[in-house]
């Protein structure tokens, strides 16, 4: 598991909670205890404020990451091949920003993929498909504290199906 080292600058939005957006905690290390605002009665917020980041888990590194996989081979009476493959991974538990503010925190999560590939006897055509993300696992690719929109999210790929030709000369 990553942690920084001495980061004393390290920027964290400093976010107005107004309108739909939800009260957003102060990242652990900023030099403030309520969200600051431009002086005479101006309530736009300020942009950002220089915060310590250090001893905070590094950008998107899980303490604990497993990928397995499973391979078969069968060679055909007529010639050519199939193979088959399932992969599975688990990763997550991990945050999106520097600040490790509990809103870009990514909980674990677990993917299966999958595909079978048929090819030629001379080797030179094959036929793949696949599908990754086999089970619709939700799951976030990305998110970031905005500065006046609050949260916004990147969701990872949904369960995706597909097919690849293969030429070789």
Known sequence: EGKYGAFTRGLAPAILPWGLNAPIAIPKGCPITVYPVRPAGNTTPVTSVNCDSGGNKTVKTPPVSVNLAADYHVALSSGG????????????????????????????????????????ENERLSLRAYVRNLTKTKYFAAA??????????????????????????
């Not at 490790?100 to 590939?117: C, E, G, R």
Request: glycine fraction near 10%; charged fraction near 10%; avoid cysteine.
């Open 81 to 120: 091949s199939v193979d088959a493959t399932v992969s599975w991974s688990r990763t997550g538990n991990y945050f999106m920003d520097v600040d490790n503010n509990p809103i870009t925190h990514q909980p674990y999560f677990s993917l299966v993929n999958a595909s079978v590939k048929w090819t030629a």
């Open 144 to 169: 970031a504290v905005g500065t006046t929109a609050g949260a916004k999210y990147a969701p990872g790929a949904p369960g995706v199906f597909g097919a690849t030709l293969g030429v070789s000369w």
